[in-house]
């Protein structure tokens, strides 16, 4: 593996969950990919994991896993597509639906500098 940064997404929606991995692949990014919250707080493989990209839908029937998700302590990219207003909390990235251009590939590099710097696995 040449690119030790790892982006695990977390989204219910199979295409979505697809889409987002192959995007990220592309870009020479590690994915692991998880269709709901409590799957990817149970993997083991997620403790090496450099930042988490998670759909709002990942969140709906699970009420405190924003929060279990914080306590690994690495950057979250929250996808949203409501209209809601979304508080500024510390650690998250909110980016709106339907995602365009590089606006995913741009927002994980800056959670870390040397995220898809070139580098192809």
Do not use: W
């Not at 149970?42 to 896993?65: I, K, M, Q, W, Y």
């Not at 914080?70 to 510390?90: I, N, Q, T």
């Amino acid at each position: 593996m040449s690119n030790p940064f790892r982006v695990l997404v977390v989204a219910p929606d199979y295409g979505l969950r697809r889409s987002l991995e192959f995007a990220l692949e592309v870009e020479g990014l590690t994915v692991l990919s998880f269709d709901d919250v409590n799957a990817a707080l149970a993997s083991p493989s997620t403790a090496t994991g450099s930042c988490f990209v998670v759909d709002e839908e990942a969140l709906l029937n699970h009420p405190l896993a924003m929060a279990v998700v914080r306590e690994f302590h690495k950057p979250v990219l929250l996808l949203v597509d409501r209209s809601r207003s979304m508080p500024d909390v510390l650690g998250v990235r909110v980016l709106r639906k339907p995602l365009l251009g590089n606006a995913l590939i741009t927002a994980i590099r800056l959670t870390d500098p040397s995220a898809g710097t070139g580098q192809s696995t």
